[in-house]
């Protein structure tokens, strides 16, 4: 059996394979933007990084494929995926020599139309399959990515794949999704990131529907919303994206006059503390995203990919980190951090916003709105608040009421970061929930709504 090693990015919900191929090679599958992790998985194993391996054009992430093709590896990815840049073109059924291994290619069209899923093999013997967002734990990969009009259609080849192409491999076999768990691609998924063709046969709700409409109507009743991001990395990864480098470059400083300037300008100001630091105090008009595993699913989210982004961060705070997830979800235009944070601005005698957090007891139902998911909010709620996803708030704006408004999620990132997409649009009488609704429910001893 080929070492199989897991690359887990936790905050996009995504796993990357790296797979000993035996003669001290080894292949990607899925790789993320920045290679670091790869290399030194590769490394610690006295391993080459000979094949990088594409399921399908991401939509959540950019690819590191280039990235690591800029250091020997091959490409090997979908030839109806139209790549622009070197690459190895597969079709349904063409085969890769991998020394004693064998890479086959299977056309599994449904999450995208070009979609591959990977059958290792020895021999004849069946050792792994890499599903890509065919086949996952407990779910598959949604198939809304690439138009409406399509959406019907590309579930209706996902029932195909799966019935002619996956589902009658041997039910022992080890299956490598790339979507799991917290991934916005994925509709919604067990935590477990590996499973077996036998195990989803008999557990997967999806592979349960009698027949075609059956989970048609299933999959396409489970979807939600997700980022807009979505809409323009499958051509980035399609076109090729720039290739950085690892580590990537650092955050450049700026000085409070420069950041005033880029700000005038029309760059976008991220603060990336902490909830309790922006609540504290911030410069008026930033977007608080607070740096955390799903820091780059909502910069994704609500930060225009048009304008340089400025970031607000504190000393302590992992500034390579923040570069990688900004990266990862296709922001390059990083115009860099502001040199000494908050006490260079109010050293400088700049002005200093706030927004309170209030707590839980005295919340008041009828001046709050929820900002969680819609399957959240659906799961447990405070009775009375109102409902809008956090990345629909900005264009319900007008149609709020005046007075003060108290922002909740299910802790108070989520809900500091809507707080800060209303300050910016002139709303002063804002408070953000210091907890949620678990916290709420035990707190007064009442039940949840569902």
């Known amino acids: 059996m080929a070492d199989i090693v897991t690359v887990l990015d936790e905050g996009l919900g995504n796993s990357s394979y790296v797979v000993d191929i035996g003669d001290r090679r080894a292949l990607v599958l899925d790789p993320e933007r920045d290679p670091g992790w790869y290399l030194a998985a590769a490394e610690h194993r006295g391993l080459r990084l000979a094949y990088t391996v594409e399921t399908h054009l991401h939509a959540d992430f950019v690819s590191g494929s280039r990235e690591l093709a800029a250091r020997g590896a091959q490409v090997l990815a979908s030839a109806a ?89 041997p039910d022992d076999l080890p299956v490598y999704p790339t979507h799991g768990a917290g991934s916005f691609c994925s509709a919604p998924a067990r935590s477990e990131r590996t499973t077996t063709i036998g195990r989803e046969k008999a557990a997967n709700p999806l592979l349960a529907a009698p027949d075609e409409d059956a989970f048609v109507k299933l999959l396409l009743d489970g979807l939600g919303s ?26 450049a400083g700026l000085t409070v006059e420069r950041v005033r300037r880029l700000v005038a300008d029309g760059a976008q100001l991220v603060d990336a503390r902490p909830v309790a630091a922006f609540a504290a105090g911030h410069i008026a008009g930033a977007l608080s995203i607070a740096l955390r595993p799903v820091f780059a699913t909502w910069l994704g989210w609500l930060a225009d990919p048009s304008e340089p982004l400025v970031f607000v961060l504190d000393d302590d705070q992992d500034r390579a980190e923040l570069v990688r997830q900004a990266l990862n979800v296709g922001y390059d235009n990083l115009a860099g951090e502001l040199t000494g944070g908050m006490h260079a601005w109010r050293h400088a005698g700049q002005p200093v916003a706030t927004i309170p957090l209030v707590d ?13 998911q819609a399957s959240e909010f659906g799961a447990g709620h405070v009775p009375g608040v109102r409902h809008i996803e956090l ?60």
């Open 81 to 169: 995926g139209g790549l622009e840049f070197p690459h190895r073109g597969l079709g349904d059924g063409d085969e890769v020599a991998l020394g004693g291994l064998t890479l086959r290619a299977l056309a599994t069209p449904g999450h995208t139309p070009e979609h591959l899923a990977y059958l290792l093999l020895d021999g004849s013997e069946p050792l792994a399959l890499f599903s890509g967002g065919s086949l996952l734990v407990g779910a598959v990969a949604r198939t809304d990515l690439i138009s409406p009009d399509r959406t019907d259609e590309l579930a209706r080849s996902l029932w195909r794949s799966l019935h002619e192409r996956i589902l009658g491999l």
């Open 226 to 251: 997700y980022p807009p991001y979505f809409l323009r990395l499958r051509e980035v990864n399609r076109r090729g994206p720039i290739i950085h480098g690892s580590p990537p470059p650092p955050l």
């Open 360 to 372: 839980v007891a005295g919340l008041d139902p009828g001046r709050t709105i929820d900002v969680r």
């Open 391 to 450: 990345g629909a708030l900005g264009g319900l704006t007008p149609a709020l009421p005046g007075g003060p408004l108290t922002l909740a999620c299910g802790h108070r990132e989520r809900a500091m970061t809507a707080a800060s997409v209303l300050a910016a649009t002139g709303r002063r009488d804002l408070t953000v929930l210091d907890g949620g609704p678990d916290d709420w429910a035990q707190a007064t001893g009442r039940t949840l709504a569902r």
